[in-house]
């Protein structure tokens, strides 16, 4: 049996962020979503990729289209 090493485990394939997005603000819309990203408890970009979900998920329910990254997917066996 083999021993596990101390941490947290590996994440599954479906939970990896490899993409990136690269965004250009004003520094003080930098500023205001850092301020709200503490206020709210959370690293900035997890403030950013939430709320950027949030809007991206009405506006495409809106438009009735599916929202990808809501697809639930089967566990691998």
Known sequence: MKKRKPGRPR???DQIKNDYL???L???EKQAF???SEI???PLAAWARERL???AT???EEAGLKIPFLTV?????
């Open 34 to 36: 850092k301020q709200a």
């Open 22 to 24: 690269e965004l250009r």
């Open 58 to 60: 009405r506006e495409l």
């Open 53 to 55: 979900r949030r809007i």
């Open 73 to 77: 997917h089967a566990p691998s066996e």
């Open 40 to 42: 709210a408890g959370i």
């Open 11 to 13: 994440k599954g394939p």
């Open 26 to 28: 004003a520094p003080l």
